[in-house]
């Protein structure tokens, strides 16, 4: 009988599906049901998430020590981190005016990111199984506010930059889900329902499981 294989979902509140009514969560088992009819092989999930957290505090969850062998030993390896970041700086901005906390936001959510896939890899470099790491870039909670695209449309540009490792791909959620808000986001207007989560599953399985 085939291994199962291991798949770590890293992040926020849209790795633990806030916002979908269903009891098993967001993207992440409809992620594994896509994935299970292409690997043609089960797949265990563990979870390294929780709501609220930015870049920088999901950075240091996954590297705790405790959770070094869940990162050498996984096949497969989602994030989703940067809302949060900016979420705080647009709300900051409102109240000072200043745009700076959103270019910091941007900054700080890259950092991140790269810094969190650069771990693993160091991580999983002695690993002689092939594994992959799916990056989610961001969507816009609120259209038709032209500086906020600006920012979000920056930040995401910047996180291709993490393919030019082999086994990672970013997960295109912000055209996908752009212009379709009102069907795609829960009624707090922030997270995905159902259907977005759906939506984030299928972008992601289209990104494919090679080398798999």
């Known amino acids: 009988m085939s291994r199962a294989y291991s798949y770590i979902a890293i992040g ?14 967001g993207f992440v088992q409809e992620y594994v049901s896509l994935a299970n009819n292409w690997l043609k092989r089960s797949i265990r999930v563990s979870m390294l998430a929780h709501p609220g957290l930015t870049s920088r505090q999901i950075y240091q969850l996954a590297i705790e020590r405790k959770h070094q062998q869940q990162v050498f030993d996984a096949d497969v390896i989602t994030i989703t981190a940067g809302g949060n970041d900016f979420i705080q700086a647009f709300k900051e901005m409102e109240r000072t005016g200043s745009f700076e906390p959103v270019i910091k936001a941007g900054e700080d959510a890259s950092n991140g990111l790269h810094a969190l896939v650069t771990y693993i890899c160091e991580v999983k470099q002695p690993c002689k199984k092939p594994y992959i790491i ?66 984030m599953a299928r972008e992601a399985a289209q990104t494919g499981f090679e080398p798999l």
């Open 134 to 199: 799916r990056v989610f870039n961001t969507y816009i909670p609120v259209e038709g506010v032209p500086i906020v695209d600006h920012y979000l449309s920056q930040f995401n540009r910047r996180l291709y930059r993490l393919e030019r490792r082999r086994n990672v791909r970013v997960v295109d959620v912000y055209n996908a889900f752009k212009g379709k808000n009102q069907w795609y986001l829960s009624h707090d207007h922030v997270h995905p329902n159902d259907r977005g989560y759906a939506v």
């Open 12 to 25: 926020d509140s849209l790795t633990v599906g806030t916002g979908s009514s269903r009891m098993s969560g």
